[in-house]
Each structure stands twice: as structure tokens, then as C-alpha cells.
């Protein structure tokens, strides 16, 4: 959702089209489409609305970048991930950059929007690192490994992997709550982690 010098907005992706769509909240109209990359899977919104990114996970074979939408001027860029593929989970940080877990290189990458460039890399190992959640005070990401039902903590500063605990079978929708407890859906046992 977006509200960038318009009626608010719906971001919808469509990953068979390559798409994303504005829709208008209160009509369900559609207000424009963006072309983005291979499969469109998460969008974020930046802070003051004007910004909207984009993993574009890619079909049969793995794409490795991001599309960044202008919701002001209608423009796309891509950022380019290099060797991190399969783009995934994602969270605006305050500064402006942005945490991607990428399933094929096993990471949680941070990547500074304005420059288009990937800044650090944390090694999240085998297990498909998929969603990614931020602790209350921005210090800590917590990453959902759907394979390996657990979930990974990664130091920010230092961009390291520091602890990994058990969830449960498919582990992968995350967030954080706002006592700082970690709630994790398990969707091959049907259960919730906390």
C-alpha cells in the first residue's frame, strides 16, 4: 500500500505476468501496472511512500535482481544481486536500504537502494533462508528457513549469522511482536512457533 500524492494504493504482484498493479483501495479499479522482472514475489514500500521494491524470484530459471518502482513518476530500475539469487523474502530498513533473503546463495543480503549496489552479506546456509523479520530496535534479522524449519538470527552491524533455533516443519511466514518475541508459521505442521 502506498499513498505517494494519490488515494491510497494496493500493490499487487502477478507473477505469471511479470507485473505489479495499483490498485485503487476503495474501488478496486486499477490504477496503473509496472513491468518488473520474472516473478514478482514481495513488495515493501519505503517510509514516505514515494518507493516501491520489488523481488523478482525469476521462473524456471533463478533472476537475480530487484525491480525499485518511482509510485511518483511511474519509472522503474533494476538492481543487479550478482551472484544471489532467487530473491525472496524482503524489509525496508529506515535508512533506506533493504534485507533480501536470497534461497539459491543460501543469504540474507542488504542492499542500498539509492545506489542500486548490495552492501554486506550474511550467510544463512542451506535450508531455504525465506522471509526475513527486523527485532524491534533494528539490531537483529531474523530469517525463516522453510527447509530446515528453523529460524536464523543475523547480527546487522557485523552482517553474521549468530544463532539458529528450531521452529517447525516449513517454517516461513516471520514477524517480530511487539514485546520482541519471534512468531513463526509452520505451514507443514500447521502450527505457530513462538
Known sequence: MCSAHAAPRLLVGNKSADTVWALDRATGERLTEYATGPAPHEIAVSHDGRTAVVTTYGHKDAHRALTVIDLVDGGTRTIDLGAHGRPHGLQLLADGDALVTTESSGALVRVDIARGAVT???????????????????AFAYVSKTRAGTVVRVDLARM?????????AGAEGIAVAPDGGVWVTNRGDGTVTV
Do not use: C, L, N, W
Open 120 to 138: 554486506g552479506v550474511a550467510e544463512v546456509g542451506d535450508g531455504i533462508g525465506h522471509m526475513v523479520a527486523m527485532s524491534k530496535d533494528g
Open 160 to 168: 553474521r549469522a549468530t544463532a539458529e533455533r528450531p521452529a517447525g
